[in-house]
């Protein structure tokens, strides 16, 4: 039922009449310190793809490489128990898996979930649902290529406490561990018709496909976005990933508006980023009231309009500093 014609966000299968099997794959390097932290990120990233389709993990597994002449298995083992602490926090099985030498790490799952059809009105989300009168709902903050970025070219002292990234580590670790289990119940209980989520393409990235698969235009409020702690200063600083300028220079034709450092803050490659889906206005309010309520700082950050297919306007520009909008 899905393939790779609006580059979704998985593939999906249909079994029978009332059952969609979905599927996705993530993996990558370490982006912190600590082996189990890596593995618990990777893990929830990968489980993302299958939440942003509105359904449920059922299994997964593991992938990764290893280069065992220079890291220790036991390190492997850690990476490992800290993706089975994702799975069990959001209730799918780690079957098994693959493992491989390589010259660097990595780690990631393939994940397989199921969900309804979306005749109801609460099963399958693709991206290509999005209607223009539509608002758009993010459900955590922006900032974290900035900060992996960061914390690779500063020593280990910068995230102690009383450091120059200690808040904002702590604060973009515990998003990237968050499973976006929550944000796919909020977005099916708003009867949204298009969701992706946030990853390496940026918010820009993402949402410019999920336009261009929905034949809509959007416009995005940046002032209203919601950021990680000194995500403007790390930009400011320097601090900007390759991958940025790569996703900004792929949408040059498509953007409208935004000043440098705003382009820079939602071009930004996220890891475990949050969902991005569209819904009536009223029941977007809503869904953000409920996300903020169980500790997601999530916001109303625009909406769908006719116009150019795909393109984006850009109005206003990022705040300086992070914290709860007024949505």
């Given at each position: 039922m899905v393939g790779t014609d609006t580059s979704d966000d998985a593939a999906v299968w249909?079994?029978?009449?009332?059952?969609?099997?979905?599927?996705?794959?993530?993996?990558?390097?370490?982006?912190?310190?600590?082996?189990?932290?890596?593995?618990?990120?990777a893990a929830a990233n990968a489980a993302s793809d299958i939440y942003a389709m509105g359904a449920s993990p059922l299994f997964a597994l593991n992938l990764a490489a290893w280069p065992r002449d220079v890291l220790p298995l036991d390190l492997l083992g850690e990476v490992l128990a800290g993706g089975a602490d994702a799975a069990a926090d959001g209730g799918w099985v780690v079957a098994g898996g693959h493992t491989i030498d390589a010259p660097e790490p990595l780690y990631g799952m393939s994940v397989t979930g199921t969900c309804r059809p979306a005749s109801d009105g609460t099963g399958l989300l693709t991206n290509a649902g999005g209607q223009p009168g539509q608002a758009l709902v993010i459900t955590k903050p922006l900032g974290t290529g900035l900060l992996a970025t960061a914390l690779k070219r500063s020593g280990p002292e910068a995230?102690?406490?009383?450091?120059?990234?200690?808040?904002?580590?702590?604060?973009g670790i515990a998003e990237m561990c968050r499973l976006n289990d929550a944000a796919a119940a909020a977005a099916i209980s708003a009867r949204a018709t298009a969701a992706t989520d946030v990853t390496g393409f940026g918010l820009l990235g993402h949402l410019a496909e999920l336009a261009a698969a929905s034949e809509a235009s959007a416009v995005v409020d940046a002032s209203e976005v919601p950021l990680l702690p000194d995500v403007t200063g790390l930009a400011t600083g320097g601090f900007v990933p390759g991958g940025t300028g790569r996703n900004l220079d792929h949408l040059v034709e498509r953007l409208d508006g935004g000043d440098e450092l705003?382009?820079?803050?939602?071009?930004?490659?996220?890891?475990?980023?949050?969902?991005?889906?569209?819904?009536?206005?009223?029941?977007?309010?809503?869904?953000?009231?409920?996300?903020?309520?169980n500790g997601h700082d999530a916001a109303v950050i625009g909406e769908l309009v006719d116009g150019n297919v795909g393109t984006i306007t850009i109005a206003g520009a990022v705040a300086g500093n992070a914290g709860p909008s007024s949505n």
């Open positions: 249909r079994l029978d009449g009332d059952r969609l099997l979905v599927n996705s794959t993530d993996f990558f390097a370490p982006i912190v310190d600590d082996a189990r932290t890596w593995g618990r990120i995230t102690e406490p009383g450091g120059d990234l200690h808040a904002a580590s702590a604060a705003t382009r820079i803050v939602l071009g930004d490659p996220q890891t475990s980023g949050g969902l991005l889906f569209s819904c009536d206005p009223a029941r977007a309010h809503d869904a953000v009231r409920e996300l903020r309520g």
